[in-house]
């Protein structure tokens, strides 16, 4: 599909953050937004076969808003200058480890996953799970593909070892994490390649085994 719309109307956005000129482009912004859904309606279809609980979902689910909340930020651009959507079991305010996009032109694409800012059951869950199953998280971590595609976790970790943790524990370097979320930085010319489906889930693909991981933890508080 033709994601030129969306690269156009986010380079022009960057350059024009104001509320005048989004309002007077409104409709350059609907098309865009299309197109973005369009894209997402495709990456449910796709992802439904790596994730059976994204099997369902609609775009609007998925996609975040552009509109920002500037009340607490020292950056007041009232709009993003990206499009992003978050698949996972639930949407993009799910709880569980999903597959993310971002585009945002000028070289700061990507795409992504995992579990961005667990709350905090979740978070110790996963810990747990990696502290019980440490050989079986450093094969995800330390495969050949997946560390090519996903070099570094997202964030900073703590200095020292979680409250309720043996700071002696083997697995304490990949439990003082706070988020577990990975990117793959892109280039702009990704979303118009006539192959973008297929370089799409070769990404998530790689990708997978980590949320299965991710979740498995995720479902163990519910049973």
């Known amino acids: 599909m033709d994601n030129t719309g969306i690269i156009k109307f986010l380079k022009e956005l960057q350059n024009n953050n104001n509320r005048d000129w989004f309002e007077k482009n409104k409709e ?10 369009k894209l997402s309606e495709k990456l449910i279809v796709i992802l439904g076969k790596l994730d059976e609980g994204i099997i369902g979902l609609q775009p609007k689910d998925c996609i975040f808003r552009i509109y920002r909340d500037v009340r607490f930020s020292k950056n007041k651009d009232p709009y993003k200058n990206h ?3 978050f698949f996972a079991n639930g949407g993009r305010k799910s709880k569980y480890a999903g597959f993310y996009i971002h585009i945002e032109p000028g ?3 990507f795409l992504g996953g995992g579990i961005y800012g667990p709350q905090k059951e979740e978070l110790a869950a996963i810990r747990q799970e990696i502290t019980y199953n440490l050989d079986d998280y450093l094969s995800i971590i330390n495969n050949k593909d997946f560390k090519k595609t996903f070099p570094e976790m997202y964030g900073e970790p703590l200095k020292t070892a979680p409250k309720g943790f043996d700071k002696e524990d083997p697995g304490i370097p990949y439990i003082k ?3 577990y979320a990975v990117g793959h930085n892109i280039k702009d010319d990704f979303w118009t390649d ?13 990708l997978k085994p980590f949320n299965d991981f ?8 519910e049973s």
Do not use: R
Not at 194 to 206: A, D, G, S, V
């Open 28 to 37: 350059t912004y609907k098309a865009a937004l299309a197109d973005f859904s």
């Open 83 to 85: 499009f992003g959507a």
């Open 107 to 109: 070289g700061n694409s």
């Open 177 to 179: 994490n706070k988020h």
């Open 194 to 206: 006539p192959k973008l489906e297929q370089n799409m889930l070769k990404i998530f693909k790689t």
């Open 214 to 221: 991710m979740n498995e933890a995720v479902n163990n508080l």
